[in-house]
Structures are given as C-alpha cells and as structure tokens.
C-alpha cells in the first residue's frame, strides 16, 4: 500500500512539474453520487450506495487525456451470506484514458473514459469493523458525462459510470465468487492548471 501511494505522488509531483511549462495539462476532478447494483452480491440484495472519487488527468494530446486516481464506493445490505446489516466497501486505483471533444457550437464538452481498476471488496459490520477483506485486484470502468466550463480554470463534470469488479473471499466460514457491478450517478468539479 505505501508502495502504491508513494508512486503515485511521484507521478503526481512530476506531472505538474510538466504541467508548468505547457498551459492546462494537468487536471483534478473530484466527483460524488450515488450508486446502483446491477445484481445481487454473493446472493446479497445491496440497498443503493454511494462514493467519490479522486482522479488527476495529464493531456497528450488534444483530446487524449491519461487518468489516475483513487475511488472509495459503499453498499449496505440488511442480510447477506456474512451476516446481517453488513456494508461492502470497494476502494482502490483508477488508470486509464479520456477522450474528451467539445460539441460543434458550444464551448461545452462531452466525455469518454475507458479505465481500469486496481480495487478490493471490504466487509464491514454495523460497528464498522472489517471483518473480511478481498484482497485487490483488477476490474474495469467505463464512464460518459458532459463537462461545463464554470470558468477558465474550473469545470462541472456531471456523468454516469460502470464499475466491474470480480474477487473471491475465502475465509473459515464461507468462500464467496464475488461480482460487484454497479452503476453511478456522479456529479464532479474539476480544476485545471
């Protein structure tokens, strides 16, 4: 883990060392909302949930943006395979690409994210103990939103994702296939500089 967070902030510390020199490069989006499952989890109904992300954007190319970020999503579910009021936590990593193009006759943009997660599945209990833990491992996400300049450095980023997740939990009292998919309304602001 510290591995993974002192990487990242290398990555960040250079990119915007990079972003100095060339207008608007970098970027940072925090978004929020809420979150529906697709399906059960493990056979356990998930009342709808809600999360945030953090994300910073390096731009390659006009239009081409690579991501990298962090994500943190909750579900609660009254009865599950591992008890009852348990909430399932999924956090971790988000990398990948956006493509993002400004409709013909506003200064309005929409946008395309194809990423890839690096997350894990948390069990807590209604003391907010965790009790069981995945472990990470990859997934992948797809999001479409529109962006709308608030000014010449700050943007609303509204949108809807999809997250797929698939990990197994073994522990002494059951071992578990579990799919996590959902879909998220998020509202976002981002700062670029």
């Given amino acids: 883990m510290k591995i993974y967070t002192?990487?990242?902030?290398?990555?960040?510390?250079?990119?915007?060392?990079?972003?100095?020199?060339?207008?608007?490069?970098?970027?940072?989006?925090?978004?929020?909302?809420?979150?529906?499952?697709?399906?059960?989890?493990?056979?356990?109904?998930l009342k709808i949930g809600g999360g945030f992300e953090g994300v910073f954007a390096y731009r390659v190319m006009p239009h081409l943006q690579l991501l990298g970020g962090w994500g943190w999503n909750k579900f609660s579910s009254d009865n599950s395979f591992a008890g009852r009021n348990i909430d399932f936590e999924e956090t971790g990593y988000i990398f990948g690409f956006q493509f993002k193009h400004p409709f013909a006759v506003t200064n309005f943009q929409y946008y395309i994210r194809l990423n890839g997660l690096y997350n894990h599945i948390e069990l807590e209990n209604e003391d907010g103990e965790i009790i069981d833990d995945t472990g990470h491992g990859f997934g992948f996400q797809t999001a479409i939103g529109i962006a709308l300049p608030i000014s010449e450095s700050w943007t609303l980023t509204p949108g809807v994702k999809f997250n797929t997740?698939?990990?197994?939990?073994?522990?002494?009292?059951?071992?578990?296939?579990?799919?996590?998919?959902?879909?998220?309304?998020?509202?976002?602001?981002?700062?670029?500089?």
């Avoid at 020199?21 to 970027?27: I, K, T, V």
């Avoid at 698939?166 to 059951?174: I, K």
């Fill in 6 to 45: 002192g990487t990242f902030l290398i990555i960040t510390l250079l990119l915007s060392t990079i972003s100095n020199a060339q207008e608007h490069r970098l970027s940072f989006e925090f978004n929020s909302g809420a979150s529906y499952a697709t399906k059960n989890l493990g056979g356990a109904d």
């Fill in 165 to 193: 997740l698939e990990r197994t939990l073994d522990s002494e009292l059951y071992s578990k296939k579990l799919q996590q998919n959902y879909l998220s309304l998020r509202v976002g602001i981002e700062y670029q500089f």
